[in-house]
């Protein structure tokens, strides 16, 4: 690939991991996420010191679990020592009790490490699929998206959104998970706590190959050899287990923070993100997109909207002056509704729910700091939320 075609951040995964001396130490398996959009979302194979692990598992559709074991079938694995999934979403953690499984008799798994905010989806998948469901629609009904009273169970169960979701998760027992905020990890593997887009997410970080694993936190987008469609995604704040209103947008803002502080800390020589089909090898980089991001979009409301809009307004009304990061339409929505629901927290805005439709509605008590998003995001975090394992065993087959 000529480097007019390359972008300067982000190599394809075979000559990223070529160029680390990686190859046949961790494989990037792509397969079908089962979701609109992305279309597909990559796998982490990693074989070290006769143990295979596998990050992510994509959802439990037949057709989806067949082809993650083909493709581990043709990387010469004939069962796996542990599933580490980042974060309980179908395409992350959905398949992670079949393929727990593969290789091995009956009855019998391999351990699954998750951060146990998230764990209900892969033990109770039908009433946390349902639960979720009604928090998806009231967090776009706060956007001002949807009005909440004409959604009733049943329409919202039924609608496209989520019909296409409802089987997505395999249930395993309690007994299979470990908790990696518990110190149940791996020996070689830690765990950094990485909220925003989900409550649950995490960042596994391979102490032994120096590469990080950042479930949807870091997201690439774009064609090899096509420079100018290269690029990251923020992804959307699903705003479901405990994260409403504002929590997710701060959150991410601190993650960010976070992130900075671990690519500073720790030898990352590659994140290797979910979707995309790209490494990024100066994952700095992305820390200072992420922040011109937020920084843009808090600019972009507070110098363009504001002025031309001195009444009542909703999060929706802002579309038209936001940058969107290339993100899914209803990414940027929920960053914005998030950025306004903390700064009424901090009392620059009044906001109001309606009780019937619950669109949130805004007005301004006074003009928010032209720092104040900047100040957040650069914040010193403090002590970094890592997880390491409690033993130095390594991990065992699950009953």
Known sequence: MSEQSRHPLMIPFDEALAALGLTGHLDVLAVPSGYPSPKYINLVLRRHEGLTYLFETSAARPDITAEVEGQLAGHGVTRLDAVLVTHCHGDHGGGAGHLAGYGRDDGTRAPIYLHSSGYRFITQPGPAF?????EIFLSRAHWGLFDYSALSPERMIAHPLRKQYEDYFARVPKSALRFVDHGQLPADIVALHTPGHSNDCVLYYDQVHGVAIPGDTIICTGMPGEASTQGYVIPIFTTVGGQVYSMAYERYLRTISVLRQCFLKYPV???LPPHGRFAVTRPLEWVAFATAYFEGLYRAFREQFLPAHPGPFQARDLNPYIPTAGAHPISTPSHVG?????????????MTEDPRTRNLTFTVSEPPPADYVTRLIEADPGTLPIHRASTGAAPAAAS
């Open 130 to 134: 349902l639960q979720e469901t009604y």
């Open 269 to 271: 020589r590659a994140v």
């Open 338 to 350: 998030g950025m306004l629901c903390l700064l009424a927290d901090e009392g620059w805005l009044d």
